[in-house]
């Protein structure tokens, strides 16, 4: 099945965007392309140069290729999560399951396998930016926090605590746990997790959102083998058990 991309009618305005890549011609031909789409687009070749511009300067976005000097894509994408939030899209030639797992492991919003044309990197890029933003949005017009016990999760201040000790979640991480725990009771497909949190068809192969769902559950309390809070539906999807304790499933 084939994606649907859609290329956004209105360009950006004031956003900065860093490119990463060491790969000239790739990074010219993005920088290009975003340029016109109205971003302020910054480039870099050298991942231990680009670590501490992100530090820095703060981009609205990060676009790196994995295979970099100084500091790899994957190493780039983890350190970097210490101090920033921003989206974080890798791509690299060699885009196998792994590479994806471990993209995703390091906190990457998404990864997209080498050649990429300029437009499906654009629409993907807007895809995770009006997630982000668009909650943002929301929240600052409505309080939203939902408690369950020992679990609070919060969608205004987009954090969470576990026994009163916060819980360290990517922005993607917290984006998917409020989806889960907004929807309690509720069984969902993973193709309607993807399609609302990517903002993009879903294509049947990508596993981003079962690596998410295993990555949350020990933040959350449960236990990986035996999960009681985020339970796996066979053949459906992904189950919030609001009473996880009580319940029996």
């Not at 994408?77 to 797992?101: H, T, W």
């Not at 993807?194 to 903002?199: Q, Y």
């Not at 539906?233 to 058990?241: A, D, N, P, T």
Request: some cysteine; glycine content about 6%.
């Amino acid at each position: 099945m084939g994606m649907a991309v859609k290329e956004d009618s209105v360009k950006v305005k004031n956003k900065t965007l860093l490119i990463v890549d060491s790969d000239d011609v790739n990074r010219r031909r993005l920088v290009e392309y975003f340029s016109g789409q109205g971003y302020q687009v910054d480039e870099e070749q050298n991942g231990k140069v680009a670590l501490r511009r992100i530090a820095e300067h703060q981009p609205s976005a990060v676009i790196a290729e994995v295979d970099l000097p100084g500091e790899n894509g994957l190493t780039l994408c983890k350190l970097s999560r210490q101090n920033y939030q921003g989206p974080f899209i890798l791509m690299s030639v060699r885009a196998d399951e792994l590479d994806q797992v471990l993209g995703l492991d390091m906190g990457a919003d998404d990864f997209l396998a080498k050649p990429v044309s300029a437009r499906l990197m654009a629409a993907r890029l807007a895809a995770v930016m009006r997630r982000v933003n668009g909650d943002t949005k929301r929240a600052s017009h409505q309080h939203e926090r939902l408690d369950f016990g020992d679990l609070v999760v919060d969608n205004t201040m987009r954090e969470a605590w576990l026994n009163g000790e916060t819980i360290e979640l990517t922005s993607a991480e917290f984006d998917l746990l409020w989806l889960l725990c907004s929807h309690a009771g509720t069984i969902l497909t993973r193709e309607e997790i993807f399609t609302r949190l990517r903002g993009i068809e879903y294509d049947g192969q990508d596993r981003s959102v079962d690596v998410r769902v295993s990555r949350i559950r020990p933040k959350v309390g449960d236990d990986p083998d035996h999960p009681r809070r985020i339970k796996t539906v066979r053949s459906k999807g992904y189950l919030f058990v609001e009473d996880a304790f009580n319940a029996d499933y």
